[in-house]
C-alpha cells in the first residue's frame, strides 16, 4: 500500500500535499492501494456528495448470471444514478459492498479494479448479509461528488429509473449524523418500524429540521423476508415529499430494526458553533462510547475505508487496537483524529469481538465527543477468517 496522499483539485490530479484555498473544491486520497482497489481513506472539501440507494443486480436469478455479471450490472446502475446528478463512478469517494458471503470477496473485488478510477480510488467498506432479494450475491451504495453548480444550492433528491438519488450540497450549514434509533413497537417489524421512524422524526424537530432534510437512512432488520413491510413504513413516513436512498442489512437482534440517518441544514448558521457538536435529544441518555447526535459545521468529510485487523486471533484485544490504531493513523493523514470522528458503523459477527470492542472503546475515545454510530451484529464480515471490522466518518481539527 502506497502512503502518498493523491489530491484532486480543480479536475487536476497531484500527488503531495494539499495546497488548495479553504474555499477550494478538492478530493484527497489517503493510502491508495491499487492491488486492492481501494483507499485507505478519502478526504473532500467544498464539493456536493451525491448518495445513491442500495442497488441490487437486475436479472440476478437468470441462467449465467455470475458474480461477475452482477457486480459490472450494480455498477453500470450506480454509474447511471450519480451521471444523473452531475457525477459518476469515476469521482467515488466510498462504496459501500453488501455480499450474500465471505467468499465471494475476491471475486468483487476483481472487478472493482477493473471499473474503478485508479487514480481517485474511494474508501470501500464490506458486510455479510441476507439481500433484499434472495437471487442476488451483491448489492451496493455509492457517494460520488460533483462541483456545485451555479445557482440553487437546495437538497436535492432525484428518481433514476426508480432509484431515489440525493444531492448534499457543499454549501448546507451543517450535516447530521444521527445514531441508529430502535423502538420495539409491539414485536412486528411493520410496527417497530413505524414506531423508529417516529423517533427519528422527533430527533430531526430537536434538529430543528423535517423529513426533506434526509439525505440517506440505513436499516438494519430482521428478518429480511419482510424488508418490503420496512420499505413500506419508511416511505411513508416521508410522505408527501420523496423517499430519500435507503439501504438495508439483516442484523442478530431481539429487536426488529434499527435505523440511523444523515441530514443536512440550509438553514443560516449560528455564530460560535463548534466544528463539530454531540447532541442529545430530550428524553434520551447521553452515553460515552458514542453520541445520540453528531451535528458538523465544516467544509470537509474524511470517509475511512471498512477496516481489519491483520492478527491470526480474530477474536482478541491486539486486533481491536490494530483497528483502532489504523483508524487513528487514516484520520490523521486527513488533518483530523478520534476527537473529531463523526460517524462510526460496526459490523461483528462473533461474540469474542464485540466483548472485546466494548471493552476497548473507552480508552479510544474522549467521553464528551464519541462519534454517533451504529453497531450490528451479523452474518459476516466481508472477509474470510475475520470477525470484526468498520468504517468512519471525521473531520480534519482546523
Known amino acids: 500500500m502506497s502512503n502518498s496522499p493523491v489530491t484532486v483539485g480543480l479536475g487536476l490530479l497531484v500527488l503531495g500535499t494539499l495546497s488548495a484555498s479553504a474555499a477550494e473544491p478538492s478530493i484527497r486520497v489517503i493510502e491508495p492501494d491499487r492491488a486492492a482497489g481501494s483507499a485507505g481513506a478519502v478526504l473532500i472539501r467544498n ?61 468483487v473485488r476483481e472487478v472493482l479494479k477493473g471499473r474503478l478510477n485508479p487514480d481517485g480510488l474511494p474508501a470501500v467498506s464490506w458486510v455479510t448479509t441476507v439481500l433484499p432479494d434472495s437471487e442476488a450475491q451483491v448489492a451496493m451504495d455509492a457517494v460520488g461528488w460533483r462541483r456545485s453548480p451555479p445557482g440553487d444550492h437546495a437538497i436535492q433528491m432525484l428518481d433514476v429509473n426508480g432509484s431515489a438519488v440525493s444531492v448534499l450540497p457543499a454549501t448546507v ?14 414485536g412486528t417489524l411493520e410496527d417497530a418500524t413505524r414506531q423508529t421512524m417516529a423517533s427519528l422524526l422527533r430527533t430531526l424537530r430537536f434538529l430543528e429540521l423535517g423529513p426533506h432534510s434526509v439525505v440517506q437512512v440505513k436499516a438494519f432488520l430482521t428478518p429480511m423476508e419482510k424488508v418490503d413491510d420496512a420499505l413500506h413504513v419508511i416511505r411513508q413516513a416521508f410522505l408527501p415529499g420523496p423517499c430519500p436512498p435507503v439501504a438495508f442489512v439483516e442484523w442478530q437482534s431481539s429487536l426488529p430494526i434499527e435505523i440511523e440517518l444523515v441530514a443536512g441544514s440550509t438553514s443560516p448558521p449560528m455564530e460560535g458553533r463548534a466544528s463539530i457538536e454531540f447532541l442529545t435529544p430530550p428524553g434520551m441518555t447521553t452515553p460515552t462510547v458514542y453520541c445520540r447526535v453528531a451535528r458538523v459545521h465544516h467544509p470537509a468529510t474524511i470517509f475511512v475505508s471498512g477496516l481489519y485487523g491483520g492478527q491470526k486471533d480474530p477474536d482478541g484485544e491486539a486486533e481491536l487496537r490494530e483497528l483502532f490504531d489504523q483508524t487513528r493513523r487514516l484520520v490523521e493523514a486527513g488533518g483530523g483524529d478520534l476527537r473529531h470522528l463523526v460517524k462510526a458503523t460496526y459490523y461483528v459477527s462473533a461474540p469474542g469481538s464485540n466483548q472485546q ?31 470484526i471490522t468498520w468504517d468512519m466518518l471525521g473531520i480534519p481539527k482546523e
Open 47 to 107: 464539493v456536493d456528495q451525491i448518495q445513491t440507494s442500495q442497488t441490487l443486480p437486475r436479472g440476478a436469478g437468470e441462467p449465467g448470471a455470475s458474480i461477475s455479471k452482477q457486480v459490472s450490472d450494480v455498477l453500470d446502475q450506480l454509474d447511471d444514478q450519480l451521471e444523473a446528478a452531475g457525477s459518476g463512478l469515476g469521482k467515488l469517494v466510498k462504496l459501500n459492498v453488501y455480499l450474500a458471503n465471505d467468499e465471494l470477496e475476491p471475486a
Open 173 to 186: 450549514t451543517s450535516r447530521s449524523y444521527v445514531s441508529g434509533q430502535a423502538e420495539k413497537g409491539d
Open 357 to 387: 470492542h466494548n471493552r476497548l472503546r473507552p480508552e479510544y475515545y474522549d467521553p464528551l465527543r464519541p462519534p454517533a454510530a451504529s453497531k450490528a451484529q451479523v452474518q459476516g464480515v466481508g472477509r474470510s477468517g475475520r470477525t
